[in-house]
């Protein structure tokens, strides 16, 4: 995808060489080891986390390296290429709220291990960071930071890091960015950050956790994968994230159910709410189905024919849940006009990154539509990022 617009990925190796340039005009010396964990996008399944539903996320190949030496003095030191702002402190420095800013994912990490009785309170350690995966456009850069460090740290602690071993540092990282940084997250990012498997995406029941990698290879299909960073600024997320999960909160509760999940009947209880509970519920409902529609599709290699899904997702992320923004709805519409099989917004929404799921041999042509009906509609100019399906945090 070399043009302007587009950012090509780039090896792992070359993105770990700013990371140790950084550990060493920092900390001097070399650093005891560097691990990389990735960036992701969901296919589908969106907004359905909290409601126990199925979401369908694999990673980018686009990663967070940390360049990591433990320190005998139980200090924390984090820098980072993306910031001038570092931090340094010990774990009676750590609560909710502290540290504020881009260290509370790494010192919070820390935090939740030694809460969970994973790490002693004495470790510290330096850490450097580097990462090719955009900050805040909805493709999980915090879990990606989180989920590197965490393995980093495992790892010096002579902590397991097999499939078993990688659990409590899931655990640690929702902890770390629910607790520490604040910021409300399923579960689905990290999850996808430590388990994710090359040429698959990673079907993920968040009712019970469970997860199963359903195979993906958009080349082999002819098919690309078009991730759209609207680099549009995210507007009021908070407030309208927290409304949201409030009202399928309320929805279970006049239904009688723990989560929409355990609704048999979808009609009947969309028809039992009111206005806006019940299209917010018809999102969920008809999202969760979708899911698993396109996990069938993908089990059968039929992955042209996943468009349709992506696009109907869209449409009810749009209409029903309202969570898509004016610079999405422009992403999606010009790319299904400029011949996508499907696009649909992905992450959070309100702001952030839409996807395409595009024959190879139009995606020029969606690149170009998209760009320019961003210019026409005086929208800032999105770039673009290429979609392989990759693998999980690990060390180099
Ligand atoms: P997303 O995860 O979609 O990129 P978030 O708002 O969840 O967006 O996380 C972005 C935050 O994560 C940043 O504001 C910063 O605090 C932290 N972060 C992510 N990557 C880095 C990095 N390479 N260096 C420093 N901080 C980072
Ligand atoms: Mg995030």
Known sequence: MNAPHRVDPVDVHAVAKPAEALFRSTF?????GVWAAPGRVNLIGEHVDYAGGLVLPFALPYMTVVAVRVREDGI???VSTHTDESWRGSLADVAPGHPAGWAAYVAGVVWALHRSGHVSAGIGFDVAVHSTV????????SAALECAFALAVADLAGLPTDAAGRQPLVAASIRAENEIAGASTGGMDQSVAMFARPGHALLLDCRDGATRHVPLDFESAGARLVVIDTNAPHRLVDGQYGNRRAT??????DLGVTT???VVDADAAVAALSSPAAARTRHVLTEIRRVTEVARLLDRGRIADVGDALTRSHASLRDDYEVSSVELDAAVDAALEAGAWGARMTGGGFGG?????????????????VVHRAASASLPTPQFLSAEPSG?????
């Open 28 to 32: 001097g010396g070399t650093a005891d």
């Open 76 to 78: 924390l030191h984090a």
């Open 134 to 141: 955009p900050v805040g456009s909805g493709l999980s850069s």
């Open 248 to 253: 399928i909160e309320k929805a279970c509760a």
């Open 260 to 262: 929409l999940r355990d």
């Open 353 to 369: 990154s839409a996807i395409a799921l595009v024959p190879a041999d139009r995606v020029d042509a969606v690149v170009e539509g």
């Open 392 to 396: 999980s945090a690990h060390r180099l």
